[in-house]
């Protein structure tokens, strides 16, 4: 079922003309002959139930018209409308919205217990989906979205921990895109466009925080480690080459490595170096 759009009648109109009627049903009935008051009295009822199709239509809100059951169109132009008094009136707003949904908590795809919430916008665009495709459409927009970003959880790790992976930490854009064009994906039958999701908390469960907590501190001191062991290497090499090439002094083999393990201790330990003065020759 698609969206019809339905035109009403301005509202302004109807309203003057009944109180017109109805005052004049008011003066019949008072000062009329007995034998035409049963006429004012009529008028009257009729003018008031004709009273009953008049309603208002907000900026960015639509009303849904149906007659005994049967969808007959959306009434959105803003203002004072008439329709038949006949129609139900189902007021749908079609402003843009948000919520956030509750933390969730999910493993991911290694397993870790992990906690996660989202901010998902959203709005209707189609009131005639959102009205008769589902029963409660905003409801079926809160437990759709958590159902996916429980399954966007369990299709990527916390963090790669160097790994060439998408990373719910590591890689935000691209974790909100998936998560939105999934979430769009679910409530496209209820007639809702998903605007943006992007997640709004994500944690390790508790009972397994501090744990990864040290595993995160290791991995960081292992890539500084490594960063540092390449620096060193390369500045180790820079100076055998310099002293080389300017003929400043010619070393051995096994001077060099002796050259080499030190310069790695001075450049690579935690701990300042402690100078020792050689008052020998080179090799004594």
């Known amino acids: 079922m698609q969206e019809i759009q339905k035109s009403t009648v301005s509202g302004w109109g109807p309203l003057f ?11 019949i009935l008072i000062t009329a002959p007995e034998t035409l008051k ?5 008028t009257m009822v009729i003018s008031f139930f004709l009273l009953g199709g008049l309603f208002f239509v907000n900026p960015n809100e639509g009303r849904v018209l149906q007659l005994f059951g049967k969808y ?33 908590k999910v493993n991911d795809i290694n397993g870790s217990p992990i906690e996660i919430a989202a ?8 009131t005639a989906e ?12 809160k437990i759709q979205s958590e159902s996916a970003i ?37 409530l496209a039958q209820a007639g809702v466009e998903v605007v943006e ?9 508790p009972e397994i925080a ?24 390369g500045m180790v090499e820079m100076a055998l080459d310099s002293l080389s090439k300017k003929n400043i002094i010619e070393l051995d083999e096994e001077r060099k490595a002796a050259m080499v393990s030190n310069l790695l201790v001075v450049l690579c330990g935690e701990s300042n170096a402690q100078p020792v003065i050689n008052t020998g020759t080179l090799y004594h």
């Open 130 to 141: 959102a009205s008769f495709h589902v029963d409660n459409y905003e409801e079926f927009v």
């Open 197 to 205: 999701a992007r997640i709004s908390h994500l944690a390790y469960a």
């Open 38 to 42: 049963p006429i004012g009295a009529v």
């Open 17 to 27: 003309i009944l109180i017109l009627i109805i005052i004049g049903s008011v003066a």
């Open 150 to 186: 429980r399954n966007l959880a369990t299709q990527h790790p916390y963090d790669t921990h160097g790994e060439e992976l998408v990373s719910l930490r590591g890689h935000t854009q691209t974790i909100s895109d998936q998560l939105r064009a999934e979430i769009h994906d679910r």
């Open 210 to 233: 501090e744990v990864m907590l040290r595993r995160q501190q290791a991995g960081a001191i292992i890539a500084a480690r490594q960063l540092i062991v390449e620096g060193a290497v």
């Open 119 to 126: 901010i998902v916008v959203w709005k209707v665009v189609d």
């Open 72 to 104: 007959i169109g959306t009434a959105k132009v803003a203002g004072l409308r008439w329709a038949n008094p006949l129609y139900a009136k189902k007021k749908i707003s079609l402003r843009v919205r948000n919520f956030e949904t509750a933390h969730l």
